[in-house]
């Protein structure tokens, strides 16, 4: 930094270059095309910035950010209709615009990830409209979190990112007919451990076992313990029918030892 006159300071190209964040060869080609020249020299010859110099190159630094050519900048920054504030307006037009489209292509990302993650290739709305308000973006997280390192979980995203909406569909319905015919029990009295309501316990595992990962009957006993002791998995079952979260979870447990 250099007084070259009572009040009047100026910077050297180096000095100017470490403080913008441009290097000197950037700023010896702005001066060779014009577009931002030194308003002083030095007896030496060399370059000396001025505070107004200064000003010219923040604009040169933001419209190039923003993906102007250097010619456009020329014609922008030469306007002698447009001032500092008027600059100013116009980049923070353009830095808006450029956020809206950002914003835009985050929340496509976060689409395209979650159907990654999730291995189901539907919309969020396809998604509710299939399996309700209770399948949530929270809730695929946390199934990842829980058993992410299985291979149960590595099967069930190998298999499912592969359905289509129809698949989805009948995968649906043939749960729907499976929880059916488990309320019909309950509400005939069918015991838990009886013949109706172990042989419901088996074709449920076998539409696990079919549709998403291999699930002996070890395990689909473990995983029927949600059904109670996890509130979502109890509400689902419950809203069908009173008790039915604990009679599916019986059924299964007594299927599993019918077959132990």
């Given amino acids: 930094m250099t007084e070259t006159a009572p009040g009047t300071t100026t ?16 700023l010896h080609h702005y001066d060779e095309i014009g577009l931002l020249r030194p308003s002083r020299r030095s007896a030496s010859g060399y370059r000396l910035y001025t505070d ?5 190159l923040q604009h040169v630094v933001v419209y190039r950010r923003l993906g102007f050519a250097l010619e456009e900048i ?12 008027a600059h100013l307006r116009r980049q923070r037009a353009a830095v808006t615009s450029r956020l809206d489209e ?38 695929q997280q946390e199934a990842q979190e829980r058993w992410g ?12 990112s592969r359905y289509t909406k129809a698949d989805w569909e009948t995968i649906k319905a043939e749960a729907d007919g499976i929880n059916a015919g488990f309320v019909a029990a309950l509400q005939a009295r069918e015991p838990a451990d009886g013949e109706r309501a172990t042989a419901l316990a088996e074709e449920h595992r076998q539409h696990i ?12 006993a473990c995983l029927s313990t949600m059904y109670t002791d996890d509130e979502r998995f109890r509400k689902t079952y419950e809203d069908q029918a009173t008790g039915l ?11 599993a030892a019918r077959q132990g």
Avoid: K, M
């Avoid at 159907?115 to 308000?133: D, K």
């Avoid at 076992?209 to 689909?220: G, K």
């Avoid at 009679?247 to 299964?252: F, G, K, L, N, S």
């Fill in 11 to 26: 910077w050297t190209v180096g000095q100017v270059a470490e403080r913008s964040g441009v290097t000197v060869r950037t």
């Fill in 52 to 56: 107004a110099d200064l000003v010219r």
């Fill in 74 to 85: 020329a014609v922008l920054l030469d306007d002698p209709g447009a001032d500092v504030a």
């Fill in 102 to 139: 950002l914003t835009e292509l985050v929340t496509a990302i976060d689409r395209a990830l979650e159907a990654e993650v999730s291995g189901i290739r539907l919309t969020r709305e396809e998604q509710r409209e299939l399996f309700g308000e209770g399948f949530t973006e929270e809730y």
């Fill in 149 to 160: 390192d299985t291979e149960a979980w590595r099967q069930s995203q190998q298999r499912t």
């Fill in 209 to 220: 076992t079919r549709w998403f990962y291999d699930c002996p009957p070890d395990l689909h």
């Fill in 245 to 255: 979260a604990q009679y599916v979870r019986d059924a299964v447990h007594a299927n």
